[in-house]
């Protein structure tokens, strides 16, 4: 084990400023560089497909060949790709190996640990130009990315604080108590032009001011981790993965806006992130970080988690602080502002994961150095989800004004099996459809607004010519309404009528007339909503009738659903010619509509068919036909 690794586990509590720099360039000064490396990444995803039971297997590799005090295993949070999990990275070369499976350990160690061999046969595959990758920094997934947040991830083990202080943790917070103000603090984020990533883009030093200005002798401070848009799951990589990080931004945002205590809101269908999280609480109390008059000054600061049910609307602030104040969580009128009056009544400043976990490097690398990262007025990276019908899916960290495009083709690596892009809806259920002749506009606030979405928390669905856009918008117009508390009447029975229009025009019964209440419909929704549930549901709906009003005329008009996705508008036949009677699809048709005899021409009965798309998946000469 090296130095580094020694000093793991043991906990000290660190008296003052002085004391934590000696320690950590100590700490520093022990590390070695060049030091072999087996990094797996231990994010969920990773775990999910088996990145855990390969730990022990390369610890016994290593005493099996008598290198087990040569080599060190470093188990990390996400590293972002996690289409290719479990993943595991050599260091320092950074010999990059998606989908590693157990039986490939000890040829790892052998070939590439002990004789220093690249293994083909487990390379990366870039599927736009089919050449194999050896580094992971040349991986084009990552190649394209600007990983400010995520860049520590797959680097350190996130429940070790020592890893995160060598490389640079709480070195922005020390340098605020030993020699900023809390005004001076609350200038750099304003500078940097931080707007807020949960999804409102309020500029976050404004916020910060407004809450620090405001009446009241105690202050609090929240973090959002309450992640409930389908497919996103940023916040709850970074409390995997660098948990510390956000620790730091809250510490260093109590500081400014002189509060006392912070509370983490996090649901629970996020095991890991919570038993990580609450790992980096405690060690950063034993170091002295946490807790009353810290490092020897007068600035005493605690943190307290909070776990939520996961109801959507908690993502809500005003929901949210219901929910921690033990009240039912349905949002409040605004104004007055939670920087006026939030928990308790105390002025209160809400920010979510992602924002928190960025402050430490605005400090570190100064209000410049993000701001220079970006459009005029969207500054910095943002982290997003890509998830849907996109070969490369997973987290992607990018500069603020990169184009759709850009993500798509080029870090995401295109659409699966050759099929035609159709659109990316972002923002998740409170966002809008993006159609494909729209791909080179530049992802920021004010250009995805103009087209009819939002940047929201950073949810990207991608989806292809398959996708059928009315499906899509009856999918998150189901979610929210599921999902709205019910307390306005506009979004409770606004939102199911419109869903009653979609339904009925997937099904073949509706109306052109439809179409021009559904415009009405949503435009009266967004008015009259209190919160940001039911001012932002429409906008699917509204979206894809904007930029797909045809697949709405050739549902309703000629009873078609052209992505062959609305079961009552589609049919199901074998083409004669093609069919060569193997008798694959009669054997897993479930419903019994399929007959034929062996070798001679299959037929369907529509009258039987449940249109459940199997025959045509298991049909080798595509002689299915769907219309």
Request: aromatic letters at 6%; hydrophobic letters at 35%; a negative charge.
């Amino acid at each position: 084990m090296n130095a580094l690794n020694q000093s793991k586990g043991k906990m000290k509590i660190i008296p003052d400023i002085e004391a934590f720099e000696t320690f950590r360039n100590d700490l520093i000064g022990k590390k070695d560089p060049t030091r072999k490396t087996i990094c797996v990444c231990g994010g969920s995803a990773c775990i999910a497909t088996g990145s855990l039971g390969l730990i022990e297997l390369f610890k016994n590799e290593f005493i099996k060949h008598g290198i087990d005090d040569e080599v060190d295993i470093l188990v990390t949070g996400c590293h972002g790709f996690c289409e290719k999990g479990p993943l595991v990275v050599i260091r320092p070369e950074g010999i990059f190996y998606p989908m590693v499976k157990k039986e490939h350990v000890p040829e790892i160690v052998k070939e590439t640990v002990i004789n220093g061999k690249v293994i083909e046969s487990l390379l990366y595959i870039d599927p736009m130009t089919e050449k194999k990758i050896v580094y992971e920094h040349d991986v084009p997934f990552y190649k394209k990315q600007k990983r400010l947040v995520l860049g520590n991830n797959g680097l350190i083990d996130p429940m070790v604080i020592v890893d995160y202080i060598s490389v640079g943790g709480y070195k922005a917070f020390t340098s605020v108590l030993e020699s900023m103000s809390s005004d001076k603090v609350i200038d750099i984020v304003t500078d940097s032009g931080l707007k807020g990533r949960g999804g409102g883009g309020f500029p976050t030093g404004i916020k910060w001011k407004l809450c620090k200005t405001a009446k009241g002798e105690i202050k609090n401070i929240v973090c959002n981790a309450d992640e409930g848009d389908p497919g996103a799951y940023m916040d709850r990589s970074i409390l995997e993965g660098n948990p510390h990080s956000v620790i730091e931004g809250m510490l260093i945002g109590g500081f400014a806006i002189t509060a006392s205590t912070g509370y983490i809101y996090v649901r629970t269908e996020y095991p890991l992130a919570i038993e990580r999280l609450k790992r980096a609480i405690e060690q950063a109390k034993e170091f002295g970080f946490i807790g009353n008059n810290i490092l020897g000054t007068d600035f005493s600061f605690d943190i307290e988690i909070r776990e939520g049910s996961g109801a959507f609307v908690c993502g809500e602030e005003t929901s949210l602080m219901h929910s921690i104040e033990g009240l039912s969580p349905e949002p409040s009128q605004r104004p007055p502002f939670p920087t006026e009056s939030g928990l308790w009544g105390n002025p209160t400043n809400i920010n979510n994961v992602e924002t928190w976990a960025v402050v430490p490097l605005i400090i570190s690398k100064g209000s410049k150095y993000f701001s220079d990262i970006g459009t005029e007025n969207s500054k910095g990276t943002k982290i997003f989800s890509l998830v849907g019908k996109i070969n490369n899916s997973g987290l992607v960290e990018v500069p603020m004004g990169i184009s759709l495009g850009e993500i798509i083709n080029g870090i995401g690596g295109g659409i699966p099996d050759d099929k035609e892009f159709k659109a990316v809806q972002t923002g998740g259920p409170s966002g809008g459809c993006i159609p494909a002749s729209l791909m080179d506009i530049p992802v920021d606030y004010e250009k995805l607004a103009e087209v009819g979405s939002i940047m929201g928390s950073g949810g990207m669905v991608v989806m292809d010519e398959d996708t059928c856009v009315i499906d899509i918008a009856k999918y998150f117009l189901s979610f929210t309404n599921d999902e709205s508390c019910g307390k306005c009447t506009s979004c409770r029975d606004g939102s199911k009528a419109m869903l009653d229009i979609l339904t009925r025009i997937s099904e073949g019964h509706g109306k052109l007339k439809d179409i021009d209440l559904l415009v009405e419909l949503g435009g009266a929704i967004k008015d009259a909503s209190q919160c940001g549930l039911g001012q932002t549901l429409s906008n699917p709906v509204l979206s894809t009738i904007r930029y797909f009003r045809d697949e709405y005329n050739a549902h309703i008009v000629d009873k078609k659903c052209p992505a062959h996705v609305c079961k009552a508008l589609v049919t199901y036949s074998i083409n004669s010619e093609e069919c060569i009677g193997c008798g694959v699809c009669l054997k897993n048709c479930s419903a019994g509509a399929i007959t034929g005899n062996l070798k001679e021409a299959h037929l369907i009965d529509s009258r039987k068919c449940t249109k459940c798309g199997v025959c045509r998946e298991v049909c080798k000469f595509n002689a299915v036909i769907v219309e």
